[in-house]
């Protein structure tokens, strides 16, 4: 709908071109909004008011010609000219009906596929294997998925990319320890990396002998040494089969094949540097290969060096993610390319951006972006820790989830079996954590509190998978009985009227997820609607509505608002039930 009112708009605007009142070479943007104000309309624009300069004409007689210049359609109910120009567009019924009608009878929901289907590379999750994932990996996995799928929905080819740290210094201490280890101890501490790094980094700090070991060992590893290698292997596997289970408990669709480790770029690094080289960007300092770009300065206005390669020959994090970006768009043929990564990175992404294209490791019309987040805070203000202080597990912290979840749920009367109460904790449990992520804007920081997001109250996961529940549960009662599924839709009441404009609304918000990378958008969207739904349910009898055409109508609004209310859940990586 949105899209079409666009298409009318412009259409006006073409035409005033033509007329030269609005001067022809003048670039227009329609801008429209959601007014908050039913009285202002569905949709309303300030159009009028941006182009009276150009037009040197007076806004609400430019709102006029923009009123009279749209062609005639069967979209809009009415225009009216508010304020000092603003303009107010009501959809039609027959509109809406017609969009509710196409939304029951799609399997996509009506949806429409993007213009131009692009191949989108999104990188994320993407965490240092050394460790075990804890809390700080959470936002990229929950975030970077939610928009993965989005876009995929959207008729994009995604391709998933978790660039996983798995080289480095920190691997030849846990390689020495690995080796001091006999084989069946070794198997048993790293069953817990946690207190295997810990472990390890102790020893590193107690024992000069081990230390200089360790360090034979990175140089050992990184000459392709065959024990080594043995040795590494066997350490990235066990952490990469841990980060699985994590991603398999959470519901994020990364799998092993979609692992392209920074070790994978190791033989490309050379010719990072040699093209560096060639295009005349680099500088030696101090030993060092670095390139300074004239977009970057220091606080001081001291130039900002891109340091490539170390003092000994070592590649850095940079090198790792110029060969990345490069193989991103000439190797996977990506269009666009999105970095859910940590805002404290914004820097590093800038720089590696400008630089790929100045040194033309990408080319042409790429878009690059990094989608930067905040940081999950405690209660106290600061990063959130674990009770002891160091730093939470991502397994403990999903563990406690369903434990939680479990006891909220016991609260509740309930006819679930235990094994089904189980299966449901660990669905709200983790959809909890999950949605209370999701829901907040991407680039804030969020607090982490256990009391906000396992409750049944306000914009939370249990809310929504019990309004969920709800809407199930009037086809449940309705059993087997048929209804009229090619009914008209009656929208007589206002919160019918309410939800149908809400429903159509879905098209519209899943491309500006999209376009802004933003899952909170889709959050506000699925909890408003499940405010809608729940007064609509409240004044407008369904099943013990005695007019048959009023029950069919208001049957299939409640149809559509499940069909409506699951799809977005499973786009935001939340599963629904059917009971609760
Ligand atoms: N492993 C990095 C970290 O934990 C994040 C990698 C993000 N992706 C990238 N292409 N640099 O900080």
């Not at 909004?33 to 430019?62: C, E, I, V, W, Y």
């Not at 009501?90 to 939304?103: C, F, R, V, Y």
């Not at 770029?265 to 500088?283: F, S």
């Amino acid at each position: 709908m949105k899209e079409q009112l666009e298409q009318l708009l412009a259409e006006a605007i073409g035409q005033l071109k033509a007329q030269g009142k609005i001067p022809a070479d003048h670039s227009v943007n329609i801008q429209l909004d959601r007014p908050r104000d039913k009285s202002h309309g569905d949709f309303a624009t300030n159009l009028a008011l941006m182009l009276a300069k150009p037009a040197k004409s007076n806004p609400r007689q430019l709102a006029e010609a923009i009123v009279e210049a749209v062609p005639e359609n069967t979209l809009l109910a009415k225009m009216d000219i508010a304020g000092p120009g603003f303009i107010n567009f009501t959809i039609s019924q027959d509109q809406l009906k017609d969009q509710l009608t196409a939304m029951l009878n799609s399997d996509r929901l009506n949806v429409d596929k993007a213009d131009q289907s692009k191949t989108i590379v999104i990188d994320y999750s993407s965490p240092n294997l050394a460790k075990e994932m804890h809390v700080g990996h959470l936002r990229s996995a929950i975030i970077g998925d939610a928009v993965s799928r989005v876009c995929e929905f959207l008729g994009h080819k995604v391709v998933r990319q978790n660039h996983v740290g798995d080289w480095g210094t920190q691997f030849g201490m846990l390689l020495a320890y690995m080796e001091a280890l006999d084989n069946q101890s070794a198997e048993y501490e790293l069953s817990n990396l946690e207190t295997f790094y810990k472990a390890a980094k102790q020893r590193f700090d107690e024992s000069e002998e081990f230390a200089d070991r360790a360090r034979q060992l990175v140089v050992k590893l990184q000459s392709g040494d065959a024990y080594c290698l043995k040795l590494w292997n066997q350490f990235i596997d066990v952490s990469l089969s841990h980060c699985q289970d994590v991603y398999d408990r959470l519901g994020v669709k990364l799998t092993r094949q979609d692992v392209m480790a920074e070790s994978a770029y190791n033989n490309k690094l050379p010719g990072v540097i040699e093209h560096l080289r060639e295009k005349g960007l680099l500088t030696e300092d101090q030993g060092a290969q670095c390139v300074f770009l004239e977009e970057y300065k220091g606080k001081e206005g001291e130039p900002l060096p891109i340091i490539v390669q170390k003092k000994g020959g070592g590649y850095l994090y940079a090198t790792t993610d110029l060969a990345a970006i490069e193989y991103r768009q000439k190797e996977l043929g990506g269009d666009h390319l999105m970095y859910f990564v940590d805002a404290r990175q914004a820097l590093h992404f800038d720089q590696i951006f400008t630089l790929a294209r100045k040194a033309g490791f990408v080319e042409g019309d790429i878009q690059l972006n990094h989608y930067g987040f905040g940081t999950v805070m405690g209660k106290d203000g600061k990063p959130y820790k674990s009770r002891d202080g160091g730093v939470t597990k991502l397994a403990d912290l999903l563990d406690e989830a369903e434990r939680r979840a479990l006891e909220l749920l016991q609260q509740k009367t309930t006819d679930l079996t235990d094994e089904q109460q189980k299966h449901v904790a660990e669905v709200i449990g983790i959809s909890s954590v999950k949605y209370a992520d999701l829901s907040k804007n991407r680039t804030s920081d969020y607090i982490f509190d256990w009391n906000h997001m396992l409750t049944f109250e306000g914009n939370t996961a249990p809310y929504l998978l019990y309004a969920f529940t709800r809407v199930n549960s009037i086809f449940d009662r309705l059993g087997n009985t048929a209804f009229d599924r090619n009914a008209d839709i009656i929208l007589s009441d206002e919160r019918e009227l309410a939800l149908a404009n809400q429903l159509v609304r879905f098209n519209e918000v899943l491309h500006q997820v999209q376009d802004k990378a933003m899952p909170h958008f889709l959050c506000g969207f699925v909890f408003d609607l499940a405010g809608r739904f729940s007064s609509f349910y409240e004044a407008c009898p369904i099943l013990n509505q005695e007019d048959e055409a009023l029950r069919n109508s208001r049957l299939k609004l409640s149809m559509l608002t499940a069909n409506v209310l699951k799809q977005g859940l499973e786009l935001l990586g939340i599963p629904t039930l059917e009971k609760m």
